[in-house]
C-alpha cells in the first residue's frame, strides 16, 4: 500500500510576499503543506534583555508537489544562493475563482533554502500509477512576520 499525502489545506506555502497584495494569492500558485516545524528561542536574562549568541533557526516544511516542473522554484532559489520569501497561509478559504478569500493567520519567513528532499510515492487511480512526490525543504530563517488577525509581529534572526 502506497503513502499518498493529503489533499487538507490545513496550511498552504506560496513562494512570494503575501503582504504586498494578499488577495492576489491564487489557489494554482499554493502548495499544500504537508509537515511543518521550527524552533526558535532568545535566551534572556533576569531584566528580560537578549543576551548570547544567537542560535539559528531551521524551519522545516514538506510540500506535496504535482510534477517536477513544480519543484524547481524551490531549487533555483537553492542554487541563487539569496534568500526568499515564502509565505505560509493558515486555514485558507479560496472563492469560485481560485482566489484568495481569507484565512485564520500566516507568517512570511524570509530565509534561504540550504536542503531539498523529494520521496516519491505512488497510487494506481483505476487508469494506472498516478505518481505524487512530497517535497522536504529546510530553510535557514532570515526573518518571520508573523500575520495575525489584530495585528502582525515581524521577528528578525539575521540582519
Known amino acids: 500500500m502506497a503513502t499518498l499525502y493529503s489533499n487538507e489545506l490545513k496550511a498552504v506555502v506560496v513562494q512570494d510576499n503575501f503582504l504586498e497584495n494578499p488577495l492576489n494569492v491564487m489557489k494554482e500558485n499554493c502548495q499544500t503543506v504537508q509537515h511543518f ?9 533576569e531584566a528580560g534583555d537578549l543576551y548570547g549568541v ?9 510540500v506535496r508537489i504535482g510534477s517536477p516542473r513544480d519543484g524547481r522554484p524551490y531549487y533555483r532559489a537553492m542554487a541563487a544562493n539569496e534568500h526568499y520569501r515564502f509565505s505560509f497561509i493558515f ?24 536542503h531539498i528532499e523529494e520521496q516519491s510515492a505512488e497510487k494506481d487511480n483505476g487508469e494506472g500509477e498516478d ?10 530563517v532570515c526573518s518571520v512576520t508573523y500575520l495575525g488577525s489584530d495585528n502582525n509581529y515581524k521577528c528578525t534572526f539575521i540582519q
Open 37 to 45: 516545524d521550527y524552533r526558535c528561542e532568545h535566551r534572556r536574562n
Open 54 to 62: 544567537s542560535e539559528p533557526v531551521l524551519l522545516n516544511f514538506s
Open 91 to 114: 486555514n485558507a478559504t479560496f472563492n469560485s475563482m481560485g482566489r484568495l478569500n481569507g484565512y485564520e493567520d500566516g507568517m512570511v519567513v524570509d530565509g534561504y533554502v540550504v
Open 131 to 140: 505518481r505524487q512526490t512530497l517535497l522536504k525543504v529546510m530553510l535557514q
